[in-house]
């Protein structure tokens, strides 16, 4: 699969009578935009505001991150699932804006994504602070549940992004503007084989946990719920290219970093020269200890019988319950051969190292840290708040790592991780 | 810099086992290890005296010891301590991590000791720590009591005495090396550090050298864990009193202890007195996991419906008209700990004979 996500960097956001990108600077037309996506009655008092890296502004309520991204070739239009028909994502080109976000916050729900300060002290915890946002808060109007109003929103940042990617083509001529750097992920199909030396390398993505039960219409595979979804198989430029979203429940699991996948984009990178990509499992932890045992089974077969891989990188997702998952998968892996490398968060408290995960085993003897999840921090207060009723949100909060969008991210895209002291 | 040096009744040149009894006292000048030490930690630092004890005497009195070695060294004003090493000798390891600790937390200088890593003066030393360290801007902060790695026995004095020097030399100019670069034991605490490259191109990176045979270090370690003996079964259940417990987040109905739904820290005591079941006088605040059906019926996370049926049949012999409770629910470890000694030194003191724990 031959997939081309053109970079289109954006430095500073700018309302404006249009949506349009003149170099670098993307103008949006926030209150047009606002008109049209408040039209779905599933929405209430739906607010857009731009919020700039530096702003002292914080957002609060986070619901998901997305970047604005365009088809433009391919077998699947948009968000297939979603906004468009089924189809294979992951081919052809696709524009991305480079520095912006569209953010969701969530005005009803307890969202455990709580504070992302874009400037000030508290800005330094997260790569997103450093991004342009679009922000959409809203609450559910009297009438819609929180599926309803939840499904709402996911739609709303999508609209929103695509409305932004509109940008990077030309209006009159309907040509592309000129990217400032195409990706190329040009990875192979099963079918061929990795030439001779080069080790087939795997990655198992737990896409979702059951902790919080997805709803019906929650997306995440294609649009799917993925409730009750035995471990499968994808290709890694699905991943990359709206194949997978967030859901509705975001637990440092945000579509940006889906996009932007950090573990993907890492294989992809080695691909060819010291490993060989093969596929990504997708796997959802499930909540009881009979299902785990089934679905770390299967998924373990899948890395070492049906695919014959070397090595698969494995990272979790939820909250505690699924390092259970994360530890027996890297297990089952090993004793079945495979051998394997994880990305995990450390629960410590007061900085104890004591016991950073709920469940280890000894066979992962390879993990990558990120970071202390529980570390505190104090946020200095900020001039404005969104995404709360609380004005409190605005002052002096003490909160943890794990609460600042993009801090701790589960799949290994932030910036810190713990050392011995 | 001024330094103070600590040594058994052995190494400070007293006696052997024969004077392991020997009480506290100071000495000037640097004896023992003390004079290489010394030519180590020079021009910048001199070892203004040695303090020494006999490992038996501080084995027996451990508080009055220390205190005593206290009122002898404060009056010299020490900037740093240097103490040991003690490589494998357990009573001097307890001795220099027990003054160590008392040092860095009374007199507020930094402490350099160094012991073999089966001593158990570095459980002491880590407790110590634990104790002390306070939470700082988004980080632990650790008092430098610093443990370096030393072999097992005494020949490795020259070695060890190198490294105590230049970590002492490290601390004083405040550039103190990681555990791994500086050769000391991590302290028992972690802090979040920025990294040039994210998580996921590090564990790829980790992969691949497995793969290729290369060398790799993972960034978490395996925690340590504790051997808990389990206790003898019951002789007579149905002499027994029996206690019910749980940490599944059960609570009296309205929540007026205000327990939280995690991150426990607390446990309540749920009356049962006047009931044969859990009924809407009780409610269950976890967020770990989904509390409906245990909320519809409480008896379905702390079955006391059955065990009152147990206790009316004769098959145990009396139930605790208490029940014990806490969230748990990302409990760290040392909370858990206390936790459960709290809740079994209560219910031993009401002559409760066994419990049964719930979970989740």
Known sequence: MRLEIARYPVESVIAGRETRLQGRTLEVDVAGLRERLAADPRLGDLQLHLVAPGDSTRLAGVFDLVEPRLKRSGKAGDWPGILSPVRPAGWGRTNALQGVVVTTCDLDEQSPLRYLDAGGEGARYSDYSSLHHLVLTSAAPPGATPAQHSRALLEAELKASLELAAATVDPITGVDREPAAVEVYDLPSLREPPPEGLPRVGYIFAVRTQQRPTLDDEPILYGHNVRGLLPTLVHPNEVLDGGLTNGYWCFQTDTYSIQNHAVVRALAARHGRDLWFSAVIVYVAPTTQPERERNVALAVRLAADVLGLDGVIITKTGGGMPESDLMLLAEGCEEAGVRTALVAWERLTAGRSESPLTLFSPRADAIASSGDRDARVVLPPVARILGSRNPADAGTITTQMYEIPGAVNQFGAGHWRAVDV | MRVLYYANQF???????????????????????????????????????????????????????????????????????????????????????????????????????????????????????????????????????????????????????????????????????????????????????????????????????????????????????????????????????????????????????????????????????????????????????????????????????????????????????????????????????????EIAEALREQGVDAAIVTST
């Not at chain 2, 109905?253 to 044969?276: H, I, L, Y």
């Open chain 2, 11 to 341: 190494f400070a040149g007293v006696g052997g086992e024969e004077q392991a009894g020997v009480g506290p006292a100071v000495r000037d000048g640097a004896l023992g290890p003390g004079a290489r030490l010394q030519q180590l930690l020079a021009p910048e630092a001199t070892i203004v005296a040695t303090a020494l004890c006999g490992d038996s005497y501080y084995g027996d009195q451990p508080e009055a010891a220390t205190e005593q070695l206290l009122a002898l060294i404060r009056p010299l004003e020490p900037d740093l301590a240097v103490l040991g090493p003690a490589f494998n000798s357990g009573r001097y390891g307890l001795a220099c991590a027990r003054l160590g600790a008392a040092l860095v937390g009374e007199l507020g200088i930094p402490a350099v000791t160094g012991m073999y890593e089966e001593n158990p003066g570095l459980d002491l030393a880590r407790e110590a720590l634990a104790a002390l360290a306070t939470w700082g801007d988004g980080e632990p902060v650790v008092p430098p009591l610093l443990m370096v790695r030393t072999e097992a026995d005494a020949r490795a004095m020259g070695a060890a005495l190198e490294r105590m020097a230049a970590l002492a030399r490290a601390v004083a100019l405040g550039r103190l090396p990681g555990p791994a670069e500086g050769g000391y034991f991590p302290s028992g605490f972690r802090r979040n550090v920025r990294q040039e490259q994210p998580a996921a191109v590090r564990a790829v990176d980790l992969l691949v050298r497995k793969l290729c045979g290369e060398p790799y270090t993972t960034e978490l370690p395996p925690p340590r864990r504790e051997r808990v003996p389990a206790a003898p079964p019951v002789a007579a259940l149905a002499s027994a009193t029996v206690a019910l417990v749980t940490d599944g987040g059960l609570i009296v109905a309205g929540n007026p202890e205000g327990m939280t739904g995690g991150d426990a820290e607390r446990w309540c005591v749920v009356d049962v007195a006047a009931q044969e079941r859990l009924d809407a006088r009780q409610e269950v605040n976890h967020r770990g996991y989904d509390t409906t059906l245990v909320n519809e019926d409480p008896n379905r996370l702390v079955p006391l419906d059955v065990a009152r049926e147990l206790e009316r049949e004769g098959r145990i012999g009396r139930l605790l008209p208490t029940i014990y409770a806490t969230p748990g629910c990302s409990a760290p470890v040392a909370n858990a700990r206390r936790v459960g000694r």
